[in-house]
């Protein structure tokens, strides 16, 4: 498994709200995320917006490309575009840039 690690900022005033959208996932998303090869996903929330999301996948454009493809997620990116700064036009998902992975302890 390939470990992938992506930033990307929530605004200061949404992240109540973000939260709670995060608590309560739909389940078809989550479904989606799993047939698509996302594990271990996790995504960690600082208190000024910062968003460090990690996953685990064989193929992290092939798990991106799968997602592209489901009608949930372009549902989901819809709602949740309005939650970030800097997106430049983009989705979420296509906001989402690895991480160069410098160290790892087993």
């Known amino acids: 498994m390939k470990r992938v690690c992506f930033l990307l ?21 989550l479904q989606a995320l799993s047939a698509t090869g996302w594990h271990n996903y996790s995504l960690f929330l600082r208190e000024d917006g910062l968003l460090v999301g990690y996953l685990e996948t064989e193929d992290f454009e092939a798990a991106l490309a799968g997602m592209e493809a489901t009608d949930i ?22 906001a989402m840039k690895p991480l160069t992975e410098v160290f790892h302890l087993d």
């Open 73 to 94: 997620n372009a549902r989901w990116q819809t709602e949740m575009a309005p939650f970030f700064e800097s997106l430049d036009g983009a989705r979420p998902d296509e």
């Open 9 to 29: 900022k929530v605004r200061a005033e949404r992240l109540d709200e973000y939260r709670e959208r995060h608590a309560a996932v739909w389940p078809e998303m």
